[in-house]
């Protein structure tokens, strides 16, 4: 099993910035790519930024240029940085962990949310 606790959200002005915090625990070492994912009201969640082991991220065309993601396993913890902050960043960021390599689990695992909220 792997738990993920998320921390860093609150509410900021439009151009202001924010660090998200996602501490994993349990069997770490079945994590591969991490990522974290956002659900605005009334929207489908979508995909922010993801990272693998190796330190390869990608981006969703939105954020590209403001928000960097990073991971630090020796902590086994996983950061996004979000800058130049919009209100449509606005929404529930949830961290998300692939665990695929190790079968006996289930192939990904999600925190509980922490709402981001940026004002206009």
């Known amino acids: 099993q792997v738990q993920l606790v998320e921390s860093g959200g ?5 151009g202001g910035s924010l660090r998200l915090f996602c501490v994993a625990s349990g069997d770490t070492i079945c994590i ?17 930024a993801t990272i693998t082991s190796i330190g390869s991220t990608t981006f969703a065309d939105s954020v590209q240029g ?26 529930v960021y949830y961290c998300n962990a692939d ?15 922490t709402q981001v909220t940026v004002s206009s």
Do not use: H
């Not at 609150?10 to 439009?14: C, D, E, H």
């Not at 591969?32 to 922010?48: C, D």
């Open 10 to 14: 609150g509410l900021v002005q439009a």
């Open 32 to 48: 591969s790519t991490m990522g974290w994912y956002r659900r605005a009201p009334g929207k489908e969640r979508e995909l922010v």
């Open 66 to 91: 403001r928000f960097t993601i990073a991971r630090d396993d020796a902590k086994d913890t996983l950061y996004l940085q979000m800058n130049s902050l919009k209100p449509e960043d606005t929404a």
């Open 99 to 113: 665990t695929k390599q190790c079968p006996l689990y289930e192939d990904e695992y999600w925190g509980q949310g």
